[in-house]
């Protein structure tokens, strides 16, 4: 375990481990297991790691709690998985159900790029401003109700135009016949911005 000087420290002593300076334990391990937050991978990285790493990393921590989550209650998800070099076929974790699919690091973190800071971001604004024009109404018809989970959980279920059924006629009117109105061009930047 490499680790600063802290209460992580403290408590991977009393659990029978030695843990050592990041710099050092990077220099003696052959595998890598970066396992921490995202907002600090860049300055550990380019400060203690790279000029003491061999080959091999693997990252673990940033992956969120649903992840997690299922992976402690044995309950598979599908996945991308890049074995960049020297595969050994022993991959364990999310390998064991509903598919994976392969990929490379740098298409991964395209997606991720792609989620968090163009589609996620987008339907963030949306409901930001739904509640500025709607106020009140719009937090009865999408948050306290859970529709938007309850769609999203059928689009994963069922994609995107099977799931309509589960809507009015008058819904399935409204959705497909406005979807094309918004500017593809627009959207198509800001996604292609973040691959």
């Given at each position: 375990?490499?680790?600063?000087?802290?209460?992580?420290?403290?408590?991977?002593r009393?659990?029978?481990?030695?843990?050592?300076?990041?710099?050092e334990?990077?220099?003696?391990g052959?595998?890598?297991m970066?396992?921490?937050?995202?907002?600090?991978?860049?300055?550990?990285?380019?400060?203690?790691?790279?000029?003491?790493?061999?080959?091999?990393?693997?990252?673990?921590?940033?992956?969120?709690?649903?992840?997690?989550?299922?992976?402690?209650?044995?309950?598979?998800y599908?996945?991308?998985?890049?074995?960049?070099?020297?595969?050994?076929?022993?991959?364990?974790g999310?390998?064991?159900?509903d598919?994976?699919?392969?990929?490379?690091?740098?298409?991964?973190?395209?997606?991720?790029?792609?989620?968090?800071?163009?589609?996620?971001?987008?339907?963030?604004?949306?409901?930001r401003?739904?509640?500025?024009?709607?106020?009140?109404?719009?937090?009865?018809d999408?948050?306290?109700?859970k529709?938007p989970?309850?769609?999203?959980?059928?689009?994963?279920?069922?994609?995107?135009?099977?799931?309509?059924k589960y809507?009015s006629?008058?819904?399935?009117?409204?959705?497909?016949?406005?979807?094309?109105?918004?500017?593809?061009?627009?959207?198509?930047?800001?996604?292609?911005?973040?691959?």
């Open positions: 375990i490499g680790n600063i000087v802290d209460d992580h420290a403290t408590q991977a009393e659990d029978g481990f030695n843990p050592l300076s990041i710099e334990i990077v220099r003696q052959d595998i890598l970066l396992l921490i937050s995202d907002a600090d991978q860049q300055t550990v990285w380019n400060g203690k790691i790279r000029t003491n790493i061999k080959i091999n990393i693997a990252r673990g921590y940033g992956c969120g709690v649903g992840i997690r989550d299922r992976y402690v209650q044995n309950i598979p599908p996945c991308f998985i890049s074995v960049e070099k020297d595969a050994s076929s022993t991959a364990i999310a390998t064991r159900g598919g994976t699919v392969g990929s490379s690091c740098r298409e991964e973190a395209g997606i991720d790029l792609f989620a968090e800071q163009a589609l996620w971001s987008e339907i963030m604004a949306i409901c401003e739904d509640y500025h024009v709607l106020h009140e109404a719009i937090l009865f999408t948050y306290l109700s529709e989970a309850e769609i999203f959980e059928n689009v994963a279920d069922e994609q995107f135009v099977k799931q309509l809507h006629p008058t819904s399935h009117y409204g959705q497909l016949s406005t979807m094309n109105r918004h500017d593809r061009k627009n959207i198509h930047g800001k996604i292609s911005m973040c691959s």
